[in-house]
Structures are given as C-alpha cells and as structure tokens.
C-alpha cells in the first residue's frame, strides 16, 4: 500500500462560483506545486494569504507575481449560468488530512493528474462530502439546483445548452493533458486519474480519480478508484479492477508490472509482477483457489505474489494459480509511443 505524502502544497487558480448558493463548481489550477518549503511566503504572505490550510481570492496583479499571469482579469460574471469567476489562491497544509473544501479537493486531483503524486499518496477521505453536484455543459460548469432556470436563460437568449453529464467529477482532459498519452474517449478518464508517459486509454477503457498508469499501459478495462497499474501491464476489454469505493474503503488493490488481466476478467486482489488473469475470470478476496502442488488456499492470502497464471480448470471448474515462467507477449511498442 502506498505512503501518504506528509507535507503540503499551493496553486493560483480560477474558480467558477454559483452565485445563488455560493457552491464552487470548479477551480483550474494550470500549475499546482507540491511542497511549501520552496513557496515564496513573502508573496502569498502580501496576497493576504498566510502559509496555512485555506483558500483566499486575490487580484489579477498577485496571481502574475505568483506564476499566474496567464489568468488575467478573472473576476468576471457570467448571467446566463448564474455563476461568477474568481482568482484565489489555495493552500495545504498536509497532504496526508482529509480535503477540508472543494478548493482544497481540486488542488489535489489536479497534482495527481500532473503527476506529482502518484495514486494512493495523497488523502481523498471524504471527498464526496466537499464537492457539489455539477451540469457539466458545453457553455461551462452550471448548478444543478435551479438547472431549469438556466436552460431557460439560454433559451431566451437564443442559445442552445447541452449537458454532458451531472456528477461531482469533472474529465481530466478539461483540467490537465499529460504528455505522451493517448486517450481515445475523454469521458471516460476523471480528473485525478494518473496516467504515466505510455498509457493508451482505448473507447471503453476507464480511470477513476486517485488511480491509474505507473508506466507505459494498455487500458481497455476499467481502472477503478485507488488501483494502481505497473508499467508493461494490460488492462483487457471489459476487465475490472475493483477499487476502494467498492471495496469498503480501506484495501487498496495494485498491479505489477508486465501482467495480462485478459478480456472480461477481474481481480479483487493484488498482483504482483508478470501475472496473467485468464480471460472471463473474476477472482475476488475469498476465491478458493487450487495450487499448483494441490493445495487449496484464499485468493487473498496470495495477494501480491508475482509469476502466476490464474485460470479455471475447464474440466473440473477449479480456479488455478500456477506458476509461470514464459512471456504473454508484451505491449506492442508501437502503440505506446505516444
């Protein structure tokens, strides 16, 4: 399981507040930085900022002397979503504690995204409680509360509003575009995803926030929230790799390098470097499974061993974890030289 980093972390960055509710929907952080031993305190200190958990709104002209030129005049309102902009100015304390708001929240899926944390790293204990339900629209983020009452304001104005969905998640690809990623549907990777230099998400793959690629990856399954995937590993078609959300919080599932989960398999375990899971096999945490000198032992007791192909007997219908020593095949390198 992965070590909680223990320090802090601080960004400029434009939030878009609901003005009926004072609910922030968003906050976009271009260049968030991890760590405060390197902040320049004499600055967030003169932007009205004291180094300590929080989050304040600061002018256009602290935002350029903070590395933040490129937002410029943010304080602006847009009638027709009922929502205004902000420039602020957003601290942590320590990573390792819970997100205390929804800035704090934002700060920390958008360092993972930019890969200065990997998955599991960073505290999202209660992340749910801090973040609102949004409309993600094409006009931008809009509440959900009164939502008809903004449709109609477009309506009037002659303007069309589509929705692309309603969740307290945003994509990714609207925060943050990792280099040398390919990711073939947008709507399928959320902010905090992590993906590593390498990583294709084909149509039907899918990352969760606080998940995602150490290394190059194939991912056409589903990488769920806290799971992390090592370099060299392909995700099959339809695969599902159960997450913390579904696991009771706590059990944090990974997976090593080089493994092969094949099509429509899934694990409820860890795996350790070059597995294979055979296509169309589930293995949770309480799968009997037959050894390869006979003997029978829970699937989670073999959590994290290396150099195993699970299989179902297709005689006997027995689940297998044998040993193996040979290649899968590897990734093609020539989908991962993106």
Known sequence: MAELIREGAWAVGLATIDQASG???????????????????DLIRAAGHEIAAGTVEIHSHHAAKLGAA???????????????????????????APPIDAYDAYLRLQLVSHRLAAPGTLNFDGLFSVLTNVVWSDAGPCAAE???ATKMRFMAAGQQLQVRSVDKLARMSDYVVPDGVRIADADRVRLGAHLAPGTTVMHEGFVNFNAGTLGESMVEGRISAGVRVGAG????????????????????ISVGEGCLIGANAGIGISLGDNCVVEAGLYITAGTVVTMADGSLRKAREISGESDLLFRRNSTSGAVEALVRDGNWGQLNPELHSN
């Not at 943010?74 to 602020?88: H, I, K, N, P, S």
Request: glycine share 18%; charged share 20%; with cysteine.
């Open 70 to 96: 490129e937002l410029g005049d943010a304080a602006r309102t847009d009638d027709l979503r009922g929502v205004r902009a902000a420039c602020v100015l957003t601290v942590i304390e320590d990573c390792s």
């Open 23 to 41: 609910n922030v929907l968003e906050v976009l952080y271009p260049s968030p930085a991890l760590g405060l031993d390197d902040a320049p305190g």
């Open 146 to 148: 009164g939502f008809a």
């Open 233 to 252: 590993s392909d995700i099959g078609g339809g695969a599902s790799l159960m997450g913390t959300l579904s696991g009771g919080g706590s059990e944090q």
